[in-house]
């Protein structure tokens, strides 16, 4: 006798206590709707739709946040356009991490141009 496994409602409650991994390390979930997700440049990592231009490096490589993968608008108002030497960011960091006296921009730009928050 054949047994069917509801496995669509398992990997759904998998997938959603996965979040924490930049760029999940697992299959793309098959029960989510293909809308909610995006491939990363490597084509084997993949965020959640929402996490693209979000300003943060979920991918690892920051296809979700530059070209050519995903087309980001400029930074948010809240955020300094510059080259991070942190590997959370990509292209901006948040002003919060302006004038506080630590390199976050490779040209120092964070500390020496940013007026801050
Ligand atoms: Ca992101
Ligand atoms: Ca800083």
Same mark, same amino acid.
């Given at each position: 006798m054949n047994k069917i496994f509801a496995q669509g409602d398992v990997n759904l409650k998998a997938a959603a206590g996965t979040r924490v991994l930049p760029g999940?390390?697992?299959?793309?979930?098959?029960?989510?709707p293909s809308f909610l997700l995006a491939h990363c440049g490597d084509r084997a990592s993949w965020i959640y739709s929402d996490q693209k231009c979000d300003g943060i490096n979920n991918c690892g490589d920051c296809?979700?946040?530059? +070209? $050519?993968?995903?087309?980001c608008p400029p930074c948010d108002p809240?955020?300094?356009? /510059? +080259? $991070?030497?942190?590997?959370?960011?990509?292209?901006?960091?948040?002003?919060?991490? /302006?004038?506080d006296h630590v390199q976050h921009c490779s040209d120092w730009s964070d500390e020496y141009s940013c007026p801050g928050p």
């Open positions: 999940g390390e697992e299959d793309v979930p098959q029960s989510l296809s979700d946040e530059l +070209s $050519p993968v995903t087309a809240g955020w300094w356009h /510059c +080259s $991070p030497t942190v590997f959370q960011y990509c292209s901006c960091i948040p002003r919060t991490l /302006c004038q």
